[in-house]
């Protein structure tokens, strides 16, 4: 709350539900670089290749060279996989540098209208309300400022299956999270493990985040499996 208070404003008059029409929150004091906060030109991002065999990158994807460099060892890890084989399935990258202002101005968004409206709410109900809602982790985002995307060395990374449909998201195995024709805790497992070959560490708590370098931190091939299913999206995932 501090840091958002601090970086950003919020007007009430200018909350609408659309966010194209939004013009609330603006955020002007977001620190510009610092550690783990890498700004757009930074020499420390490269470009991720577009044509690394069974890995979808879509066009303009940057990270540092560590993470560029993991996701072509995926392509060969899952090349060498008998399963990829037999079930077809490839990897598909969401994406990986984002500066932490893309992040901040919607965290701080929700952290800074829950709070205006927790000082409006007239009971306790309401107030419980939005205090759920103005703790961006509930929403599956992070709190506000440098993350692992914002330092070059995350990206997000999903299992597609052989018709090209996701087979998770940030989440597994809970009902809203995408499915496809393979099982879900085998997908999650089978991407972990061309990951884990490739040098990544994933996030404990989200199906898809994976991260290289020094700065990495997370779970490896099969220990993953021991922090819970289904995979939640929000920490203190309960086995
Ligand atoms: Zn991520």
């Known amino acids: 709350m501090t840091f958002c ?35 757009r030109d930074s020499s420390d991002l490269v470009a991720v290749s577009t044509s690394i065999p069974h ?13 560029a460099d993991g ?24 994406s990986c540098y984002r ?20 000082s409006k709410s007239t009971t306790p109900e309401k107030q419980a309300y939005w205090r759920e809602k103005a703790n961006p982790m ?21 299992l597609v299956d052989r018709d090209g449909r996701d087979c998770f998201d940030w989440r597994a195995g809970v009902p809203d999270a995408p499915r496809c024709s393979i099982d879900a805790k085998a ?3 089978l991407l972990n493990e061309a990951m884990t070959t490739a040098g990544a560490l994933r996030l404990t708590y989200e199906a898809w985040h994976y991260e ?13 499996a021991k922090h819970g299913w289904p995979i939640t999206g929000k ?5």
């Open 138 to 158: 509930n929403l599956g985002l992070a709190w506000p400022g440098r993350t692992p995307h914002s330092g070059g060395y995350a990206c997000d990374v999903i």
């Open 5 to 39: 208070s601090c970086a950003c404003t919020f007007n009430p008059k200018q909350w609408y539900p659309r966010k194209e029409d939004d013009k609330s929150v603006a955020c002007t004091g977001l620190p510009d670089t610092g550690f783990g906060m890498l700004p």
């Open 99 to 118: 500066h932490h202002s893309t992040d901040s101005k919607d965290e701080c968004g929700y952290v800074l209208k829950g709070n205006y409206m927790i």
């Open 55 to 67: 890995v979808r990158v879509p066009r303009g994807i940057r990270a540092i060279q560590a993470a």
């Open 71 to 94: 996701l072509v060892a995926l392509g060969t890890a899952l090349e060498a996989m008998p399963k990829r084989r037999e079930l077809s399935f490839s990897a598909r990258v969401g």
């Open 235 to 239: 920490p203190g995932n309960k086995p």
């Open 212 to 224: 290289w370098g020094p700065g990495a931190s997370g779970c490896s091939h099969p220990d993953c």
């Open 187 to 189: 997908a999650v497992e």
